[in-house]
């Protein structure tokens, strides 16, 4: 893993996330193995066609749903080095500039949290407002904008390099611009969701060595039900060393989950009969005040 000052510093990446360990749909999976096993056996067809040779992933979803683990697991069935790219930290196009350009080949560029990391939206849309209104030392500054880092993306990034991949993740895929999000430069959209049986199962696997439980029938009728995230999941499996024991609590918080899920239902129900009844209210009173109106 690559992270940067003013230029990109190594450090040794040792994520022990593999597709074998990854919590998540097998199907889901599989599509993504072969996708990526298809991107690294096609040298040729990408230069016949003339397009970089590069490929593009959007990983989206709620907080703890294995996004990270997902990126690390591509990294380790590649071999690829891992450049993570927190633009907050980069005050510039022109840094932008020098921080693509210095990625190796046979690398994954990761931009973690797209929506909330930068601004890039807003930036645009203020751009020409900034350009008129900024004052002398404004008008020296390079700001990294929704454009620049697309284009950096499109041209210099894809054609100084080869075997080349790109990452964005969101936990709110509604929030980013269309232009991101178009193949080409997002080719594969990847949804990590909330907690399966099928995940939960790989969990126990990897944390207890088991198959099967006693509890496994309830827990996996439970998880239907609620909304829990792998890593909630993964942190219940870890509390204990016992089997028994650890998956009796997450029975406990699978259970809490979905009585607070209940009890939260209910008051968002009386709530709404309640200001339902208030326009009721209001309306008879509307139509009393008519009433008296037209016997004056």
Known sequence: MNEYSDSWSPIDLHHPSTFDTLAMDQKLKQSIIDDLDRFIKRKDYYKRIGKAWKRGYLLYG???TGKSSLIAAMANHLKFDIYD????GVHS????RRLLVGMTSRSILVVEDIDCSIELKQREAGEERTK???TEEDKGEDKVTLSGLLNFVDGLWSTSGEERIIVFTTNYKERLDQALMRPGRMDMHIHMGYCTPEAFRILASNYHSIDYHVTYPEIEELIKEVMVTPAEVAEALMRNDDTDVALLGLLELLKSKIKDASETK???????????ENKDGKAMENKNDSSTDECT
């Open 266 to 276: 209910a008051e968002s129900k009386d709530a709404n009969k309640q200001t339902e």
């Open 62 to 64: 709620p907080p703890g």
């Open 85 to 88: 790219l927190e633009l907050t």
């Open 93 to 96: 196009n022109s840094e932008l």
């Open 132 to 134: 008129s209104n900024s």
